[in-house]
Every structure is written in structure tokens, then in C-alpha cells.
């Protein structure tokens, strides 16, 4: 899924999205968020809203600091 001009995701659907890939692959946060970053992101990052892309940040810093 790539972000074109779709609604804007928020840092629960990011935090909830981490999880659930980490959840059925049984990885780390880490490996969440690569695999977050190529699904959702793909190599379009320059051009991803910048608001969405800050929501990603903030769910994958909300998910370090919780440990």
C-alpha cells in the first residue's frame, strides 16, 4: 500500500499497524518498522505528506519509550 493522496494516517493506525506485524511475524520493533516504512512509505518518502510521515515518527518513538 503506498500513500498517494488518501486520507491522512494517524499514529494509532501507525502504532496499531507496528503491532500487528509484529504480533503474526513475531519480530522486533525494529523489523516492524522497516517493513512499515517499505509498505507504506515504499521509496516515496520525499514525497509523502509530511504530517503522515510524523505520525509514523511519533508512533515508532511512542513504541521504543514504552519498553
Known amino acids: 500500500m503506498r500513500i ?12 496499531s ?13 525494529e523489523e516492524s ?5 517499505e509498505r507504506i512509505f515504499g521509496e516515496e ?5 509530511v504530517e503522515v510521515y510524523q505520525n509514523y515518527l511519533k508512533a ?3 513504541m521504543q519509550n514504552r519498553d
Not at 17 to 29: D, E, F, G, V
Not at 33 to 37: D, F, G, R
Open 4 to 15: 498517494k493522496h488518501g486520507g491522512k494516517l494517524s499514529k494509532a493506525y501507525f502504532k
Open 33 to 37: 518498522s522497516k517493513i512499515t516504512l
Open 45 to 49: 518518502k520525499d514525497g509523502t505528506d
Open 60 to 62: 515508532y518513538e511512542e
Open 17 to 29: 499497524y507496528m503491532k500487528l506485524i509484529m504480533n503474526t511475524r513475531n519480530c522486533s520493533l
